[in-house]
C-alpha cells in the first residue's frame, strides 16, 4: 500500500510542475509575449545561420545551393593560414584590439572613479553630459571629422604644426598614423558612454566604508585605492571578460571608411579583408571559413579569461 502511494505521489509531481508553469505563464502571459521577442530574434538572426556555416568546409557554389556543394574539408582554413597577407592581418586585427585594451578600456575606469570623486555636483553634471555626447555622433559624421581636423590643407592639426614650422603630415594616409587615430578616437567618444556603468556601480559602494576609512587617515588616493575600486572589481571583470570576448572583431565600419591604399599596411585587419574577399569578389566558403577561424579564437579567449576571472578574483560570467 505504502509503495503503490509513493508512485503516485511521484506520477502526480511532473503534472503539478507543468500546471504550476502554465499558471505563471497565463498569469504573466505579457512579460512572456515581450520575452519571446528577443528569443525569435536570436533563433531567427544567430542559431539560425548556422546551418549555413557548412559552407566553410565546401566549395559553395549559389547554383547548387549549401546542401549541393562539394566538400573540401579544411582547404579554406589551410589556404588563409598559408596566404602572404595572413600574419598582417593577423597582427593588426591583434594589435589594435590590444592598444584599444590597455588604453581605451581602463580610461572609462578613470573618469568615472574622477566625476565621483566632483563635489560640485552641477559641474559633475556638465562633464558627464560632455563626455556623453560624442558617443551619439554617427561613425560617418566622426570620420568625416577626422578628416576635416587632420587634413593636410587648412586642417587645425596641421595649421598648428605650421605654426611652429613643421611640415604639414596627412596623417589618414600614414599607415604609421593609423592604429593611434582609430584607437585615440574610440576613445574620445565612448569613453563617457562607457563610465555610466561605473559610475551606477560606484554609487551602490556602501558609504560607511569611506567614512571608516577617511577616520583612519586615508587619504583620497587611498579610499579610491582601497574602497571604490574593490567595490567596482566585480564589474570591471565581468566587463574586461565581455571585451575579451570580442578580441578578434574589430570597428569594421569605422575602419572601412578610414582605410585607403596608403595606409593598408596597417588598417587591412580581418573583418576587412572579410568584406572586399566575400561581398566584393564573391569568395563565399572563403570568408566564411575566415570566420569561422575568428570566432574560435574568440571562443577560446572567452573561456581562457573567463576560467582565469574565477580562479583569481572569483567573479565569472559562469
Known amino acids: 500500500m505504502k509503495s ?27 512579460l512572456y509575449l515581450m520575452l519571446l521577442i528577443p528569443i525569435v530574434w536570436y533563433l531567427v538572426f544567430h542559431y539560425g545561420p548556422l546551418y549555413g556555416l557548412q559552407i566553410a568546409f565546401k566549395n559553395f557554389s ?62 559633475s553634471k556638465i562633464v558627464q553630459n560632455i563626455t556623453y555626447i560624442p558617443h551619439f ?18 586642417g587645425p592639426v596641421n595649421s598648428i604644426l605650421a605654426a611652429f614650422g613643421a611640415a604639414p603630415v596627412r596623417f589618414l594616409d600614414s599607415a604609421g598614423w593609423f ?38 587617515g586615508a587619504s583620497r588616493l587611498r579610499r579610491i585605492w582601497h574602497v571604490s575600486i574593490p567595490g567596482i572589481l566585480p564589474v570591471i571583470v565581468i566587463l574586461l571578460i565581455l ?22 599596411e596597417s588598417s587591412d585587419v580581418i573583418s576587412t579583408f572579410v568584406y572586399s574577399a566575400g561581398i566584393l569578389k564573391g569568395e563565399y566558403s572563403y570568408t566564411a571559413a575566415i570566420g569561422l577561424f575568428n570566432s574560435i579564437i574568440n571562443l577560446a579567449l572567452l573561456l581562457l579569461v573567463n576560467r582565469f576571472a574565477r580562479k583569481k578574483a572569483e567573479t565569472s560570467l559562469w
Open 4 to 30: 503503490t502511494t509513493n508512485r503516485v505521489t511521484l506520477a502526480s509531481q511532473p503534472k503539478s510542475r507543468r500546471s504550476s508553469l502554465l499558471k505563471s505563464i497565463t498569469s504573466r502571459y505579457d
Open 62 to 123: 549559389p547554383a547548387k545551393g549549401i546542401s549541393g556543394s562539394a566538400w573540401v574539408g579544411l582547404d579554406h582554413f589551410k589556404r588563409f593560414v598559408a596566404s602572404y597577407y595572413f600574419w598582417r592581418l593577423l597582427w593588426n586585427t591583434i594589435s589594435i584590439n590590444l592598444f584599444s585594451l590597455l588604453f581605451a578600456f581602463p580610461i572609462p575606469i578613470l573618469l568615472a572613479l574622477i566625476i565621483t570623486e566632483i563635489r560640485n555636483k552641477a559641474f
Open 137 to 154: 555622433i554617427s561613425i560617418v559624421v566622426m570620420v568625416g571629422m577626422l578628416q576635416l581636423f587632420l587634413s593636410p590643407q587648412g
Open 179 to 216: 592604429k593611434s587615430i582609430f584607437i585615440g578616437s574610440n576613445i574620445w567618444q565612448n569613453m563617457g558612454w562607457q563610465s555610466i556603468i561605473y559610475i551606477a556601480a560606484l554609487s551602490g559602494v556602501n558609504p560607511q566604508l569611506y567614512e571608516a576609512a577617511k577616520m583612519d
Open 243 to 264: 571585451d575579451v570576448g570580442h578580441f578578434m572583431n574589430v570597428g569594421f565600419e569605422k575602419i572601412l571608411l578610414m582605410q585607403n591604399n596608403l595606409n593598408l
